[in-house]
């Protein structure tokens, strides 16, 4: 049994997915890599059946009618049979020195059961020679195992993401884990949902995952996001009924998840005042009101935040401040 089990959900990504595969190959020894060509209509398929006949010990390719990202997750799940499971998008890659180090810390770890590795991972836009690496030195501990009560405070920037988590593939199944189909953004529940399942973490600062920005099609493009807000909205209002949040007995992972919660659901109400339309406003109240009615206590959690209170705001001196706020985060942070 391999101890790492990486997927690369796949659509139409012949142009790109060689330098996802590649970036694994350094490792191969240790690492089981799952191809999943979610019904592409290119030569993916193709480049997959190749890789999978050139290192039949490590890459297999899993051919599947298009299920969108969620799906592809999900068929990774199910066939992988490594201890660990990473996902890694084929616009993307690792770095192998990087994983290489983080191989080891795994097999220095295995008889801990370790639940969850977390990494850095790196905002990288070649077309510009910029990067930005996403660290957590401020508000998790290094280099030890450590527990939810261990927790210091997360910036905004900081959510966990499904770029810097690695998860002991058993505590993806004990949660029961299932993203939906045809659905963008499921890689915040992918994070979110195992997340009272987890008892032990480790965080190394090792820039594992090099996020690609750039395209002009890419889910995390503001326009992109904005004409797919029902979607966004979607996943929004899983995560509200996800989690039972008030009964988990650890204070600190309840603030997280209401600190995630929060930064999801600015996101939503952002992304749906930018647009500007009369129906898109009307889906703003809709949303909070339906955090309202399904949980009134983490409705009144969420609020009392600094950016609850901002996204309540209404009017346009209240939308404008809001746009403000944003516009400050794209610069802080460079994000699309």
Request: proline content about 3%; some cysteine.
């Given at each position: 049994?391999?101890l790492l089990?990486?997927?690369?959900?796949s659509?139409n990504s012949q142009?790109?997915?060689?330098?996802?595969?590649?970036s694994?190959?350094?490792s191969?020894?240790d690492i089981?890599?799952?191809i999943?060509d979610d019904g592409?209509k290119?030569?993916?398929?193709?480049?997959?059946?190749?890789y999978?006949?050139k290192y039949?010990?490590?890459?297999?390719?899993?051919h599947?009618e298009?299920g969108g990202?969620?799906a592809?997750v999900?068929t990774?799940i199910k066939n992988?049979?490594?201890?660990?499971?990473k996902v890694?998008?084929?616009?993307d890659w690792?770095?192998?020195?990087a994983?290489?180090?983080?191989?080891n810390?795994?097999k220095e770890l295995?008889k801990?059961?370790?639940?969850?590795?977390?990494v850095?991972y790196v905002y990288?836009k070649?077309?510009?020679n910029?990067k930005?690496a996403?660290?957590y030195?401020?508000?998790?501990?290094?280099?030890?195992?450590?527990h939810?009560?261990d927790?210091?405070?997360?910036l905004p920037s900081?959510?966990?993401l499904?770029?810097?988590?690695?998860y002991?593939l058993?505590?993806?199944?004990?949660?029961?884990?299932?993203l939906p189909?045809?659905?963008?953004y499921?890689?915040?529940?992918?994070?979110y949902e195992?997340l009272?399942?987890?008892k032990?973490m480790?965080?190394?600062?090792?820039?594992?995952?090099?996020?690609?920005?750039g395209r002009?099609?890419?889910?995390v493009?503001e326009?992109?996001?904005?004409g797919?807000i029902?979607?966004q909205?979607?996943?929004?209002k899983r995560?509200?009924?996800?989690v039972d949040?008030?009964s988990i007995?650890?204070?600190k992972?309840?603030?997280?998840?209401?600190?995630y919660l929060?930064m999801?659901t600015?996101?939503t109400t952002?992304?749906?005042v930018k647009?500007?339309?009369?129906e898109?406003?009307?889906?703003?109240?809709?949303?909070w009101?339906?955090?309202?009615?399904r949980n009134?206590?983490i409705?009144?959690?969420v609020r009392?935040?600094f950016?609850?209170?901002a996204?309540?705001?209404?009017?346009?001196?209240?939308n404008?401040f809001m746009?403000f706020?944003?516009?400050?985060?794209?610069?802080?942070f460079?994000?699309?």
């Amino acid at each position: 049994m391999k101890l790492l089990t990486v997927a690369i959900p796949s659509y139409n990504s012949q142009d790109y997915m060689d330098h996802a595969i590649e970036s694994l190959l350094g490792s191969k020894e240790d690492i089981e890599i799952l191809i999943i060509d979610d019904g592409s209509k290119d030569n993916t398929g193709k480049i997959g059946d190749d890789y999978a006949a050139k290192y039949p010990d490590t890459i297999r390719c899993i051919h599947q009618e298009n299920g969108g990202h969620g799906a592809a997750v999900n068929t990774g799940i199910k066939n992988a049979t490594g201890k660990y499971y990473k996902v890694l998008d084929s616009d993307d890659w690792f770095d192998p020195k990087a994983l290489k180090k983080v191989i080891n810390k795994l097999k220095e770890l295995s008889k801990q059961d370790l639940d969850m590795m977390i990494v850095n991972y790196v905002y990288d836009k070649p077309s510009q020679n910029k990067k930005r690496a996403i660290r957590y030195l401020n508000c998790l501990p290094v280099n030890r195992v450590f527990h939810w009560y261990d927790l210091g405070h997360f910036l905004p920037s900081q959510n966990l993401l499904m770029h810097s988590v690695i998860y002991r593939l058993e505590v993806l199944k004990q949660c029961g884990l299932e993203l939906p189909h045809h659905t963008f953004y499921v890689d915040n529940l992918f994070v979110y949902e195992p997340l009272p399942y987890v008892k032990t973490m480790y965080y190394m600062n090792v820039n594992l995952y090099h996020y690609f920005i750039g395209r002009s099609d890419q889910s995390v493009n503001e326009s992109v996001m904005i004409g797919r807000i029902d979607q966004q909205i979607a996943v929004n209002k899983r995560m509200i009924d996800a989690v039972d949040i008030l009964s988990i007995k650890s204070r600190k992972l309840r603030n997280y998840l209401i600190h995630y919660l929060t930064m999801i659901t600015t996101v939503t109400t952002v992304l749906l005042v930018k647009s500007g339309t009369e129906e898109n406003l009307k889906k703003r109240v809709e949303l909070w009101d339906y955090l309202l009615q399904r949980n009134p206590e983490i409705y009144r959690k969420v609020r009392h935040t600094f950016l609850g209170n901002a996204m309540r705001l209404h009017g346009r001196r209240g939308n404008k401040f809001m746009m403000f706020c944003y516009r400050i985060a794209q610069r802080l942070f460079d994000f699309n």
